[in-house]
């Protein structure tokens, strides 16, 4: 019998790596086959599992495909939608505008201003005249011959302080005495720049001359100037005689930015200019006093033509995307390549997008993409008319925006709709809010009669309710009554929908995927049980056969004793 660390034999029976095998049979039966069949045979359903799991993991791949495709129409919808809240505007691609500059003059518009637009600017032209550029103030010191030049080697012995700063902002106070250099000088300076806004550089004039240059880091301030403690440090080097109140060598004055919009004059200290017109920023980049400068503010229509074409390619790739998941040999049978085939949550994702998208908004008279030039073709994918879009936007741009977006009009300024979701139910209805005290704090309020949640200043619609998922915003004090319209598009109810499909705690999509998921665990589990089970029983028929061969082996060397015993030989 030979052994070794890997492998030991016993008669028949040998073990290799943990494996037990038969061989040198006595029945010469191939019973290590055999066995290995019947084996295989006991694993036949974890087979059919795997098989199972294979398709589980296409089937998975597919429905993240299908978040990703669902998720590019509903970020193409978003901006048409008309998005909710007080910040909601800044995301309206209708809101979006565009700023185009002309002269009267020959000199470029742009070359004197940059105008810029944003959602809440409002529609419109205005004339603008650049007078005067604002500028930050700048001074030097006296000089000295060396940038290795000790301060007192050059103003005398001194030691104390200067306080620096920026009119109407903080002060900084900045140890100086005459053991610094003019770098040293600089560096104590910017170590306090963010609290001062004053920066130091140092200017080398020449090889045996260089100043400090004081700059102001914001345009249209003065820099002011004090000693601190200690010696007359302003006088010691140059830069004030009389405490700060005038300065010695003046470079540049502090100024602020001139100019007139509609013939009146304005001043502010930046050459940025954000609080004129709302929404409306100006970068002042060169004064022309003799030109005339006119900006027109417009509508960004082709931003809203560029985000239309985007969700028709959006609805065309789903559409792509269910067609592949319906391919069917010419046999009859499923491609592989279709692992959603039949499959419901895909089925009811096509009903629904397409009933929405081609279907009429609410309120508002209705309407659908068909009025603005997007139809279906025969393979179901939209077509646009570009023409009639863009005659749409250009002659009809409120009933675009009335079929896509949420519309909302009250006859009371002090009440916002700040928040909303789900279908809307009611287009016309009349909020009654209670404040008997006028506190601006509402007692109670209902809606045509439906009673609604209060906080503070909010109204919500409760659950249930026509009016469950409005949240508006009463800014008003005492009792009143307020009147309001309202309508819902195809873009804020495609989103609205497709949210609720995605969310990826409790949405449609997430439960599908869990699915497949319990599913694949579940048949993994199974597999594993399988397995186990198969290993048992090849060990208990490596133990019968085993015993087989033994009683076999036992029966032949008996016979082999009694042929011996009659001088038989085994051909007798």
């Known amino acids: 019998m030979a052994t070794s660390a890997s492998s030991l034999s016993f008669g028949s029976v040998v073990s290799t790596g943990g494996t037990t095998r038969l061989s040198g049979t006595n029945s010469n039966l191939d019973i290590e086959g055999l066995v290995t069949s019947l084996v295989e045979a006991k694993k036949i359903p974890a087979v059919r599992l795997e098989t199972r799991i294979a398709a589980n993991d296409a089937k998975k791949a597919a429905l993240e495909d299908l978040r990703t495709i669902l998720g590019e129409i509903r970020s193409a919808v978003a901006g048409l939608r008309n998005p909710p809240g007080t910040l909601g505007i800044n995301d309206n691609l209708f809101e979006k505008k565009e700023a185009y500059l002309s ?24 004339e603008l005249r650049v007078e005067q550029l604002a500028a930050a103030q700048k001074l030097a010191t006296a000089s000295v011959t060396g940038l290795d030049q000790k301060l007192q080697d050059a103003f005398g012995e001194f030691a104390g ?29 910017n170590s306090r720049s963010a609290t001062t806004g004053v920066a130091a550089t140092v ?11 004081l700059t102001a880091q914001s345009t249209g301030q003065p820099i002011t100037l004090a000693n601190g403690t200690g010696d007359d440090v302003l006088a010691k080097l140059g830069i004030s005689l009389d405490g700060g109140a005038t300065v010695q060598s003046p470079i540049q004055a502090a100024r602020p930015a001139r100019f007139s919009i509609d013939g009146v004059t304005i001043e502010r200290p930046s050459n940025k200019v954000e609080d004129v017109l709302q929404g409306v920023t100006l970068n002042l980049y060169k004064s022309e006093p003799g030109t005339t400068v006119t900006v027109e503010i417009e509508r960004s229509l082709g931003a809203v033509q560029d985000q239309v074409i985007r969700l028709v390619d959006a609805y065309n790739a789903f559409r792509d995307f269910i067609d592949q998941q319906n391919l069917v040999g010419a046999d009859g049978t499923v491609s592989s390549d279709s692992p959603l085939f039949g499959n419901s949550f895909l089925r009811d994702m096509q009903l629904k997008v397409a ?19 997007i139809t279906l073709d025969p393979s179901n994918r939209m077509r646009i008319d570009a023409d009639k879009l863009g005659n749409a936007l250009l002659t009809n741009l409120d009933r675009v925006r009335d079929i896509l977006e949420f519309r909302f009009e009250s006859n009371s300024a002090d009440l916002v709709l700040f928040s909303r979701s789900g279908a809307l139910q009611d287009t016309s209805f ?75 705690t409790d949405g449609r999509l997430a439960r599908e995927i869990e699915q497949v998921d319990g599913s694949t665990a579940k048949g993994q589990a199974d597999i594993d049980r399988i397995t186990e089970r198969a290993d048992r029983y090849r060990d208990q028929l490596i133990t019968r056969f085993t015993a087989l061969e033994t009683a076999l082996g036992q029966a032949k060397a008996m016979l082999q004793q009694i042929r011996a015993a009659l001088g038989q030989t085994d051909e007798q």
Do not use: C
């Open 103 to 126: 002269a009267d003059t020959t000199v470029s518009p742009a070359a004197i201003v940059g105008v810029s637009a944003g959602n809440r600017a409002q529609p419109g032209s205005f």
């Open 355 to 373: 009933s929405i998208l081609g279907g009429a908004a609410t309120g508002a008279g209705g309407g659908s993409l068909r009025e603005i030039g």
């Open 203 to 213: 200017l080398q004039v020449s090889s045996s001359e260089a100043r400090l240059i």
């Open 161 to 189: 302080s200067l306080v620096l700063g920026l009119g109407g902002g903080s002060t900084a106070e900045i140890a100086v005495d005459g053991a610094m250099t003019i770098q040293d000088l600089r560096n104590a300076i």
């Open 430 to 504: 009349t909020i009654d809010i209670v404040d008997a005290d006028n506190d601006g704090q509402i007692d109670s309020a209902s809606i045509d009669g439906v009673t609604v949640d209060v906080a503070g200043k909010v109204i919500k619609g409760r659950d249930g309710t026509p009016y469950a998922g409005l949240q508006f915003l009463w800014s008003g004090t005492g009792s009143a009554s307020v009147a309001v319209t309202a309508s819902q598009g195809l873009a804020d109810l495609a989103h609205d929908e497709l949210g609720r499909v995605l969310d990826q």
